[in-house]
């Protein structure tokens, strides 16, 4: 059975011409959206809805996306809300201290004394660096930029990373 990735949100039209506008949630944007890539839409009956990109284009803080045989905005109407998704055959070997999205959402994040602080709910991409959103039981969530002096050590198997947790970092 093919392991299914979520890459975005088809979040609504944009003009008349097919196009669709896509609230991204994946770690390689311009892979994903490329033209001739393909992407998927989960069906009622369970089924997956290939797609292949058209056009892509980046526009305030979306993706911009055409699909090839969807010209025009009755077509894609029905995609609304929908998430796109990419196969696990899609993805390739990342470097040493590379991780999809999906590796690192749900891993168990702990302190270098070993007390756990919580799990990753959410990845933001605000600029320099990734920051991992890590849910904690009865406090704000905590923000944790992935950066060296931070992520100390990143478990895939295990589910679980440690880090430093810098002065001013758990306010």
């Not at 602080?117 to 959410?122: A, D, P, S």
């Not at 890590?134 to 478990?155: A, F, N, T």
């Amino acid at each position: 059975m093919t392991e299914w990735y979520k890459v975005g949100q088809l979040v609504n039209t944009h003009g008349v011409r097919g196009e669709v506008r896509i609230l991204s949630t994946t770690d390689f944007v311009e892979k994903r959206f490329a033209k001739g890539s393909t992407l998927a839409i989960r069906q009622e009956n369970g089924t997956y809805l290939n797609l292949t990109v058209k056009t892509h284009r980046s526009h305030k803080q979306f993706e911009l996306l055409t699909f090839e045989g969807y010209e025009n905005i009755n077509d894609v109407e029905p995609f609304k809300g929908q998430t796109l998704y990419v196969s696990a055959d899609q993805q390739e070997e990342l470097e040493i201290g590379e991780y999809y999205y999906h590796e690192i959402i749900g891993c168990t994040v702990i302190s270098e004394e070993g007390l756990k602080i919580g799990r990753v709910i959410e990845i933001l991409s605000p600029g320099a660096n990734d920051v991992w959103v890590v849910k904690r039981e009865g406090q704000k969530d905590l923000l944790v930029p992935y950066i060296e002096s931070v992520v100390r050590e990143v478990d895939i198997n295990n589910k679980t990373i440690t880090i430093h947790l810098l002065e001013g970092l758990d306010v």
